[in-house]
């Protein structure tokens, strides 16, 4: 065995010790950390935690529950139907009485002479509506005619 290799050898044995004492100072660490854990422990704290949701949630669904269940949506649509009708009632009730006759005259102070109604006269000639009508059906025939012609040629 030759120097060289001796100091290799011495090399890796200090490595190795130093690694061992690394992984022993670890191998405390960890034991320190979870020095009152085990994994009945942990068991036992994740059945706690899911018991103590489990009870919020029924809870939740206690306070929940009666306001759902008090207002359901028919009854609430008859409760609105029954107060309509009985809405429509009144006013069938409060409807005024229709005169029988045409015959009803206006109190004295409120007819006045035709003079001092001061309305326009009624036309006498007729309505140029017609005429109209005509003269723009002929503007359309002729268009017409023309895109004809425009086609044949």
Known sequence: MTLEQQIIALEGSTMNYSTFKAMQMGAQAMKGARAGLDVDNVDEL????????????????????????????????????????????????????????????????????????????????DIPTKVSAQAEEDEDEKALRELQADMMA
């Open 46 to 125: 994740i059945d706690d935690i899911q018991e103590e949701m489990d009870i919020s949630n029924e809870i939740a669904d206690a306070i929940s529950r009666p306001a759902n269940s008090i207002y359901e949506d028919e009854d609430l649509a008859d409760e609105l139907e029954n107060l309509e009708k009985e809405m429509l009632d009144e006013q069938i009730l409060e409807v005024p009485s229709v005169p029988h006759t045409y015959e009803q005259k206006l109190p004295e102070a409120q007819q006045l002479p035709a003079q001092q109604l001061n309305m326009p006269n009624v036309p006498n000639k």
